[in-house]
């Protein structure tokens, strides 16, 4: 693969960042003005990639580099990398093996299983055409289980279309099983979900498709009478409301159930990267899992889902004992107002930055591509509103999953996204977005990394790194170059693809420094992506050497000669 592709080409797209080579000085200093381009925003994937479906890729030419960031690297430079990482939702609209090798040139980091739907040997087939594309044409696409957890929801039960309630029309909403369809009856998938529910609560269907007054209950069925006409769609989640308020029912429903345990020993023999556990309620669910996946496999890391109100009560705790979280905006949707989404989505992903934990902003980012070609101008705000926050990374559900533009959609996001990216680079000073207590030398190391990096204007920064630790303090400070992550993990390297920002190469590392740093510059020099002049920023925390206490953390400026 050519490897020396001038940084103009690439930047055809975006004319004013062919400034990629500025003088340091001039770049550290430029103060530029959000100017539009005249540039069409949103190439089809097809004119985009250079890597063509169906290339392979010689191991020894991959240098640890994935083949993606390789391609991107040669095209764009340094400057040029896209640092929002990119989640797929993979379903039948995107499960062959051309399909998701489409989505992992598109940019997808982590493609996600959601286990709500179809059946293990239709997600084992998924999974193992990944790793393939992996293994064989040189990717590094993670892959996370999505537990289906306990939900009331619109049971399965072989109507495959919506129903449409009127206004006034009664219906029976039944937990018994039946196939097929019955005239105004809906199932319901959970035995217990008319326990407590009165004469006079509203039932509400996905958030308010349609709300229901509940005139009757009937030993576990309830009578009820359509207030706000809409529809109920396939699988539709189902709360209920009284005076203003939430009826909180998770509380008697586990949130790991005996389904989700068979899925979690699925997940773990067929080697998945990340367990995103739904309608998190506490930090022992999480410490529970996390404690059982250490007997079997410690480098599956969970991340909470935070889509109920309980979640949100327990904010803290929950981020803290997890490896990473989920703004599952769907169903948080259901449990508190719409309006306050925005304002919680926010404060979710300032805790992370402060607790250092990568965040996921999922549901409905483009959900009208799932029927359309162009997002709407609204949503492409709300893509740039989370890029602003500092999410870590954007996800994609139905608009993957089963809908008709999924690679043009993925191709939004991450277009939309590296132009928020930019924007702030040009515009926003440096801002310190570590907290470290006085004893935290890693993180103290990092903060001031990323406040070097960004004043001397540095070309990247290397991080050694075992378990990714020094790496994701640094991408939690937003450095404006990108970050190398290098380590000799693979599980480390396949985390490393949710931290914004960070880039992760799989290399043998040794326990001396000097030969790592000596090792990686000329790997990467080799591959013309560094040249004499650039300036690198060092930061390293893997020398235990043998014998020795001492772990050296270390901060260091190289000019490549
Ligand atoms: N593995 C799958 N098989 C079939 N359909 C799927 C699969 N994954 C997702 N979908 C479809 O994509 C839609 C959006 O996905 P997602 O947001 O993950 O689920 P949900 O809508 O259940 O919360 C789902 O409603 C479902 O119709
Ligand atoms: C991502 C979500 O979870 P799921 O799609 O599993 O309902 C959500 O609720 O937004
Ligand atoms: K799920
Ligand atoms: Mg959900």
């Not at 001038?6 to 080579?21: G, V, W």
């Not at 055409?129 to 999505?146: Q, T």
Request: one cysteine or more.
């Amino acid at each position: 693969m050519a490897s020396s592709i001038s940084s103009a080409a690439a930047f055809a797209l975006i004319p004013r960042y062919q400034m990629t080579k500025l003088d340091l000085k001039e770049r550290c200093f430029r103060v530029s003005l959000p100017r539009p381009t005249n540039v069409k925003s949103f190439p089809s994937t097809s004119t985009r990639a250079v890597m063509q479906v169906g290339t392979t890729v010689k191991k020894e030419d991959l240098l640890g580099l994935d083949i993606v960031t390789e391609t991107e690297l040669s095209e764009k430079g340094f400057w040029g990398l896209r640092k929002t990482k990119l989640v797929c939702t993979v379903g039948p609209a995107c499960c062959s093996y051309e399909q998701l090798e489409r989505l992992a040139l598109g940019g997808m980091n982590v493609a996600r299983l959601n286990m709500c739907h179809n059946t293990k040997d239709w997600h084992q087939d998924v999974i193992r055409k990944i790793k393939k594309l992996n293994l064989e044409k040189g990717f590094c696409v993670s892959v996370m289980m999505d537990t289906e957890g306990s939900q009331i929801h619109v049971a399965d039960h072989g109507a495959p279309t919506s129903l449409k309630a009127e206004d006034g029309s009664i219906w029976f909403f039944t937990t018994e099983q039946f196939n097929g369809c019955r005239p105004f009856t809906v199932q319901a998938s959970y035995e217990g979900f008319a326990e407590g529910i009165k004469e006079g609560d509203e039932l509400v269907v996905d958030g308010g498709m349609a709300t229901f007054e509940v005139i009757e209950r009937i030993g576990n069925d309830l009578r009820c009478k359509c207030i706000d006409p809409g529809l109920i769609l396939p699988r539709a989640k189902l709360s209920f409301w009284r005076d203003g308020k939430l009826v909180d029912k998770h509380d008697k429903l586990p949130t790991l159930s005996t389904k989700d345990w068979s899925d979690i020993e699925f997940g773990i023999s067929e080697g998945v990267d990340f367990i995103a556990m739904s309608f998190v309620k506490d930090a022992d669910v999480v410490r529970h899992l996390k404690n059982y996946l250490s007997t079997k496999n410690k480098f599956i890391k969970v991340l909470a889902k935070i889509e109920s109100l309980e979640s949100l009560h327990k904010l803290e705790e929950i981020v803290e004992s997890s490896d990473g979280i989920m703004i599952a905006r769907g169903d948080l949707g259901v449990e508190i107002p719409l309006e306050q989404i925005p304002t919680v989505q926010e404060q979710i992903i300032n805790l992370c930055r402060k607790l250092n934990k990568p965040v996921i902003v999922a549901s409905q980012l483009l959900e009208s591509m799932i029927e359309y070609p162009t997002p709407t101008r609204a949503e492409i705000a709300d893509v740039c509103e989370a890029v602003k926050q500092h999410a870590d990374a954007l996800m994609l559900s139905g608009e993957s999953a089963v809908g008709c533009f999924g690679e043009k959609a993925l191709s939004v996001l991450r277009t939309a996204s590296i132009r928020m990216e930019r924007e702030e680079t040009d515009q926003v000073p440096h801002r310190e977005l570590g907290f470290s207590a006085p004893d935290q030398i890693a993180e103290e190391i990092c903060n001031s990394a990323a406040r070097m990096a960004n004043s001397l204007g540095v070309d990247a920064v290397f991080v050694y790194t075992k378990h990714g630790q020094m790496a994701s303090l640094m991408s939690r400070n937003r450095p404006k170059p990108p970050v190398f992550a290098f380590t000799s993990e693979k599980e480390t390297q396949m985390s490393l693809n949710l931290l914004w920002g960070v880039t992760p190469v799989l290399v043998d590392l040794s326990d001396d420094r000097d030969i790592n740093i000596e090792k990686t510059t000329h790997l990467i020099k080799s591959k013309g992506m560094l040249k004499e002049g650039d300036v690198v920023l060092i930061v390293s925390d893997v020398m235990p050497t043998q014998g020795a206490r001492t772990i050296y953390q270390s901060l260091q400026v190289k000019v490549i000669c």
